[in-house]
T-cell receptor, first 112, second 117 residues
């Protein structure tokens, strides 16, 4: 079993739809959870960053972490064509200077 | 947020030559930087951890003599692909992390697309 599992998609939705992206993980020691957005041929950019369990909202984006189920989600409301990208979940241990562990990324297309 | 600059963004080189990629943290000191490789439609694969002032730590299967990493200052890490071959063609990305907890919020460079012909 891989440390982080993420459905690669592709996921295609109409403009305005609510998008749900998910990752599961196996290492219960992970404490920091992130979602990155990566446009084609660009470096990933940080979207959301949460510590331990709970929800975090930023504009149209909501990140949820359920540590008991080892499951994290990213919701995108009122999706736009500009949201079309690959979304990567990432997580790390509480100690410093440790690399992030990434999911494979989900390719999302929002159709106008 | 913090800015990480990676250069060049794209490079084409002949087989057998070496290519150097630079990763700079512009507004913070990065004691640790990470180098990743990404093949088309694949996720980021960690290649090595670059530590300022000490030797890099390479992931299993990554040849340290082929992928030379130098982290001579708190703002610069370089990755040199030596004797490049076509199979080294990939997208290389660096990320910079400072001391915890900022380190867990990694900032990425723009990536370098290497094509070996």
């Amino acid at each position: 079993q891989k440390e982080v599992e993420q459905d690669p998609g592709p996921l295609s939705v109409p403009e305005g739809a609510i998008v749900s992206l998910n990752c599961t993980y196996s290492n219960s020691a992970f404490q920091y959870f992130m979602w990155y957005r990566q446009y084609s041929r660009k470096g990933p950019e940080l979207l959301m960053y949460t510590y331990s369990s709970g929800n975090k909202e930023d504009g149209r984006f909501t990140a949820q972490v359920d540590k008991s189920s080892k499951y994290i989600s990213l919701f995108i409301r009122d999706s736009q064509p500009s949201d079309s990208a690959t979304y990567l979940c990432a997580m790390s241990l509480p100690s410093g200077n440790t690399p992030l562990v990434f999911g494979k990324g989900t390719r999302l297309s929002v159709i106008a | 947020g913090a800015v990480v600059s990676q250069h060049p963004s794209r490079v084409i080189c002949k087989s057998g030559t070496s290519v150097k990629i630079e990763c700079r943290s512009l507004d913070f000191q990065a004691t640790t930087m990470f180098w990743y490789r990404q093949f088309p439609k694949q996720s980021l694969m960690l290649m090595a951890t670059s530590n300022e002032g000490s030797k890099a730590t390479y992931e299993q299967g990554v040849e340290k003599d082929k992928f030379l990493i130098n982290h001579a200052s708190l703002t610069l890490s370089t990755l040199t692909v030596t004797s490049a071959h076509p199979e080294d063609s990939s997208f290389y990305i660096c990320s910079a992390g400072g001391s915890a907890p900022m380190n867990t919020e990694a900032f990425f460079g723009q990536g370098t697309r290497l094509t070996v012909v």
